[in-house]
């Protein structure tokens, strides 16, 4: 008689039983039922009702002869949240026991972890033991889990009020785990805050280290809904890293869940702040609590957007850019610093536009720093940064007694790696002006010899990071599918589409190297 194992054992009596038996053989060994029946698993599997996350039924291979345990674990959510921990069901033969690293297991109750070959050793009741090793196969997506909780449970549904809240972190096999802390979130962003796929960001209480990046409070999930490829942006910044800017963001890939509900494959990324993590710049206190002597010529943190949405903005006067101060915050400026930095940016630009320009005395390189403006500019216009023509999400800083420096960089989900040829980014903002410097030109021809390796490594790089994001890149489409977008690959499968963005990449690196070289 077959029977589904369950929570009922006869060990205690079959041992008090043994002295019934027949006789010890010349081995020793005592025989309690010379019918039982050789240890095995008859069958092997698992239920949704015991795995209400699992979306089917998966019956697992027994090869009798290796005595291995074999199966697939597929659409369920072990696929993203490396949770591989689930219950089995199994069937033995009468009066047989089996145990995982000496506890015992109890079919369709007992939860193992299956990330690694876990070793089932069953036993009858003459001590007979056989062992079989289970194998499962999870594709899961290998990136690091975000757990955020808000504590009333609702949706975030704004940029501007902050819910309370906890994250956990999974870091996997590359990363630190994060046990769980309290957070505030609240979501971000402007055009990508109307997406399906919302962006956050969100807030630790205390300076917290986040999956190898340096500790900080603030921190942004970026959703990368309009981007195929989900590599623009951190691409960019990996261009960014290695050249002579002062700051670039870094972030890691992970899957983010929001209250249980699994929200796809985000970039989880440092904010733009100045900190000596971040933007290490001079960070001035809050207005309120300066002396009247105390230097108002930095930090500042500038952001050229047509939103224009800050308190704290206005309008350079011969070019009329719009220019939000994110730094220092709205309630912590004062006049005098406002007035401060927008007399020192419109100086800047009057005098870039004035007869004297070139002049090592009276020019403007007494006001900008050529060297971050070149740097920033050769990566936008090789990967195409679109932004600039509005212009968006373009920053610039000033230090303490320092001059007007490009950066951090920041927003390249939107039609970057998408042309060959043509000149953009030296059409817009102050570099019409700036390309007519020979100085500048000579500069950029310098830099672009510097820098021109590391371009021409990002095709590898771009390559590498898709391969580990391909699980991932796959389930947040069939996710979310987002059929219309600006790049041109939205009909691509995710490997077409990467290939597509190396390949204009690669083109494009060859016709600015001959333009670069011949300025």
């Given at each position: 008689m077959r029977r589904i194992f369950v929570a009922s054992a006869l060990l205690a009596v079959v041992m008090s039983l043994a002295g019934c038996g027949k006789a010890g053989t010349d081995d020793g060994v005592r025989i309690v039922d010379p019918d039982a029946e050789p240890p095995a698993i008859e069958r092997f599997w698992f239920d949704?009702?015991?795995?209400?996350?699992?979306?089917?039924?998966?019956?697992?291979?027994?090869?009798?002869?290796?005595?291995?345990?074999?199966g697939s674990i597929e659409g369920s959510t072990p696929l993203v949240d490396g949770s591989c921990t689930l219950t089995p069901t199994f069937t033995l033969p009468d009066d047989q026991t089996a145990y995982v690293n000496g506890v015992r297991q109890w079919s369709g109750v007992s939860r193992v972890d299956f990330s690694k070959p876990v070793t089932y050793r069953v036993e009858n009741v003459?001590?007979?033991?056989?062992?079989?090793?289970?194998?499962?196969?999870?594709?899961?997506?290998?990136?690091?889990?975000?757990?955020?909780?808000?504590?009333?449970?609702l949706p975030i549904t704004s940029k501007d009020d902050w819910r309370k809240a906890t994250i956990a972190i999974d870091g996997g096999t590359g990363y630190d785990d994060l046990s769980t802390a309290d957070i505030e979130i609240a979501g971000r962003g402007n055009s990508t805050w109307g997406y399906p796929k919302k962006p956050y960001k969100f807030k630790f209480g205390k300076r917290t280290a986040v999956l190898g990046m340096p500790e900080h409070k603030r921190w942004v999930l970026l959703a990368n809904y309009v981007d195929r490829t989900l590599l623009r942006n951190d691409v960019a910044f990996?261009?960014?890293q290695r050249s002579a800017l002062a700051w670039t963001p870094h972030g890691v890939f992970v899957e983010l869940f929001v209250?249980?509900?699994h929200k796809g494959c985000y970039y989880l990324c440092e904010q733009i702040r100045i900190d000596e993590n971040r933007l290490a710049i001079n960070e001035m206190p809050p207005y309120a609590e300066m002396a009247e002597d105390d230097d108002i010529s930095g930090g500042y943190i500038l952001e050229l957007d047509t939103y224009y949405d800050e308190v704290n903005k206005f309008r350079s006067e011969m070019k009329g850019f719009p220019v939000n101060i994110n730094t220092p915050d709205a309630d912590d400026i004062g006049s005098p610093q406002f007035i401060y930095i927008r007399n020192y940016f419109n100086e800047a630009e009057r005098v870039l536009y004035s007869d004297d320009w070139l002049d090592p005395e009276k020019g403007y390189k007494n006001y900008i720093d050529i060297l971050s403006f070149a740097d920033i500019y050769l990566?936008?216009?090789?990967?195409?940064h679109y932004e600039w023509l509005h212009p968006k999400s373009t920053y610039i800083y000033k230090d303490r007694g320092g001059k007007l420096c490009a950066g951090p960089m920041w927003d390249y989900d939107w039609l970057t790696f998408t042309q060959d040829t043509g000149w953009h980014c030296r059409n817009y903002l102050w570099y019409p002006r700036l390309f007519e410097d020979p100085e500048f030109r000579a500069l950029l021809k310098e830099r672009w010899k510097v820098l021109y390796?590391?371009?021409?490594?990002?095709?590898?790089?771009?390559?590498?990071?898709s391969k580990e994001l391909k699980k991932s890149a796959d389930l947040d489409w069939t996710m979310w599918q987002n059929n219309v977008g600006p790049n041109g690959d939205q009909s691509l499968s995710y490997d077409a589409a990467v290939s597509r963005m190396v390949s204009r990449l690669n083109n494009r690196l060859a016709w600015l190297n001959d333009e670069i070289n011949a300025l």
């Open positions: 949704t009702r015991n795995n209400p996350r699992m979306t089917s039924n998966m019956t697992c291979r027994i090869d009798a002869v290796k005595h291995l345990i074999t003459n001590g007979e033991a056989a062992e079989y090793v289970v194998e499962l196969d999870f594709p899961f997506t290998g990136l690091p889990v975000v757990s955020i909780r808000t504590s009333s449970g990996y261009l960014g209250n249980g509900e990566i936008s216009e090789l990967i195409y390796p590391v371009f021409a490594a990002a095709g590898g790089y771009i390559s590498k990071k």
